[in-house]
Each structure stands twice: as structure tokens, then as C-alpha cells.
């Protein structure tokens, strides 16, 4: 997600994440320069990687990797995992942008986690977040995605491709929540 842009990072940043994946990925490996140039984009997100020479990013992302080189596989993956779960959308589904259709139509990022529903801004700002407490119903069709909201009374509604894996991401949450709630129930 860190190449996807969904989690914006700062450029120090997504070069130590950079370089924890290639550990990760060739730590048995003695010269990775070849590597990394052909699969450089896979690293570096999207909104980083036009800023500097593919030559600058893998010179920088070597650099910071030959300080990694007592890290073993496991531990850079542990690492890697220890930093992104601190982020505020850790664990959350993303699918592609979609327009809203509702009040002033716009372009949104649909995420869904154990929460509930978060809707991006296509900056991957925050634009909006629903708990599952508060959606009353939500529908999928082959083109669209829809919710309603029992706080705000409103049904939002999405154009989309995505909508039925949207839909069977949120089932497997309830599903998830309720199968927790009987189990707490049946130990209690």
C-alpha cells in the first residue's frame, strides 16, 4: 500500500520501508542493485517515485539497505510490519476510486476495516468514517455500491465495479463481529 500511495509517507520514510522490503526480499543476495532496478516502482510510492531518476532512488535505497545488512528476513519483515501498523488506515481494504454520487458528486477512496467504512479523499485524506454501529443497510450491483447511515439519515451512493467485493469485505466483518459477540457470550 506504501507503493499504492493509499498510506502517504515522507520521502525518508518510504526509502527505510524501501529498503526493508528489499532486505526482506534479497537478504541472501550480495549485489541487488540489478534487482531493485528492475522492479524499482515496487517500491517507492507513486507519488514519490517521478521526483528523482530511477539512477537517485536506488542509490538512496542502497544506501539505507547496507545499514540493514545484520537484519536477517524475519526481522526486516517484523520491522516493516512494527512501522505501517502504527498508521492510521492499518488493516483497512482499499478498492479503487469511484465517484460518489450523492450531494455534490466527487471522487472517493471506499476503505473498509474492523471499524467500519472510511471514504478517502483521492489525496488519501480522511474525507469521512461510518462505524459499523451506524449503517443500517448497505446493497452491491455490478456497477454501484450503496450504504445508509442511520445517524445522518442518508444513503450514500457509489459508482463502481467494485461493489460486490466491497459488500462481501463488510459481510466478512459483520460475520466476524457477530461470530466474537456469541463467543463472548457462550465464555461468559
Known amino acids: 500500500m506504501v507503493e499504492a500511495d493509499i498510506f502517504p509517507c515522507k520521502e525518508k520514510q518510504a ?3 524501501a529498503a526493508l522490503q528489499l532486505q526482506a526480499a534479497f537478504s541472501t543476495e550480495k549485489n541487488v542493485s540489478g534487482l531493485l532496478a528492475k522492479s524499482l516502482r515496487k517500491f517507492m510510492p507513486r507519488r514519490l517515485y517521478p521526483t528523482r531518476t530511477p539512477e537517485e532512488w536506488e542509490k538512496k535505497i542502497l ?16 520491522e516493516y510490519i512494527r512501522i505501517v501498523q502504527n498508521w492510521p488506515f492499518y488493516g483497512t481494504t482499499f478498492f479503487s476510486e469511484c465517484k460518489m454520487t450523492n450531494k455534490k458528486p466527487q471522487v472517493v477512496i471506499i476503505g473498509v476495516n474492523e471499524e467500519g467504512i472510511v471514504l478517502l479523499k483521492k ?6 468514517a461510518f462505524p459499523f454501529s451506524d449503517i ?3 446493497r452491491a450491483s455490478f456497477e454501484s455500491f450503496e450504504f445508509e447511515c442511520s445517524s445522518e439519515s ?22 466476524m463481529k457477530i461470530m466474537l459477540l456469541l463467543d463472548e457470550e457462550c465464555d461468559g
Open 15 to 17: 526509502l527505510g520501508l
Open 154 to 175: 442518508e444513503i450514500y451512493h457509489f459508482e463502481t465495479f467494485q461493489g460486490e467485493s466491497i459488500s462481501m469485505t463488510i459481510q466478512g466483518y459483520v460475520d
Open 136 to 138: 443500517v443497510i448497505w
Open 123 to 128: 489525496s488519501g485524506e480522511l474525507f469521512s
Open 63 to 78: 544506501s539505507v539497505f547496507q545499514s540493514l545488512s545484520s537484519k536477517s528476513e524475519d526481522e526486516a519483515r517484523a
